[in-house]
Every structure is written in structure tokens, then in C-alpha cells.
């Protein structure tokens, strides 16, 4: 025997009520935190303002289990790529693939 649309629907509308109190008194919970930033360390290889993203021979960053590489990075605000002259050596932090800071090493 199938079970009909309707049999699905009354099921639905029976466990919703349970569902929504089992969430009771979560309602001032912030969501979890945004995953820490990473910070990595390397050498500035080329700057491309207009794709607003920067090459940099990196060293193992170990907390994304990244060897040592050469690789281009977007930036969050392009005016970080001021901070970059190639030859520098940087400290930056990642979010995801993205630089959000730069500093000098």
C-alpha cells in the first residue's frame, strides 16, 4: 500500500509542534562563532591591483594542513595591496582564501 499525500501531510503537521518545543528557550543563543582567522607568513612575488589579489611564496601554514607554496590570494579591501611590494616579507590572516590583514615580518 502507498502512502497518500494526506498521510504525509497530517504527520507533518503533528511534528512540528513537538519540533518547535524542543527548541524552546534557544531563542537568545548566538549563533557559533565564525571560525578563527588563520595567519600565515611569506614573501610578496607580484601585486595585481586591478584583480585586486596578491602571489605570495608562503610558508606551511599548518592549521589549514597547507605545505609551503606560491599562490595568489584575493584581499578583502584592495587597499591592503599598498601594504604589499614585492620581495616583502608579510604576516597575514585568512579568512577562507581571502587576506583580510597584512603587516610587515
Known amino acids: 500500500m502507498k502512502p497518500s499525500i494526506a498521510a504525509f501531510a497530517v504527520l507533518a503537521a503533528t511534528a512540528a509542534p513537538a519540533a518547535q518545543a ?40 599548518k592549521a589549514l594542513n597547507w605545505p609551503a607554496m606560491t599562490m595568489p590570494f584575493k584581499v578583502s579591501d584592495k587597499a591592503l595591496l599598498a601594504k604589499m611590494k614585492p620581495g616583502a ?6 579568512d577562507g582564501q581571502t587576506i583580510t590583514d597584512v603587516r610587515p615580518f
Open 22 to 61: 524542543q527548541h524552546q528557550g534557544h531563542e537568545g543563543h548566538a549563533a557559533a562563532p565564525a571560525a578563527a582567522s588563520v595567519e600565515g607568513v611569506g614573501v610578496v612575488k607580484k601585486v595585481d591591483a586591478k584583480a585586486g589579489t596578491v602571489t605570495i611564496d608562503h610558508d606551511p601554514i
Open 89 to 94: 616579507k608579510v604576516r597575514f590572516q585568512l
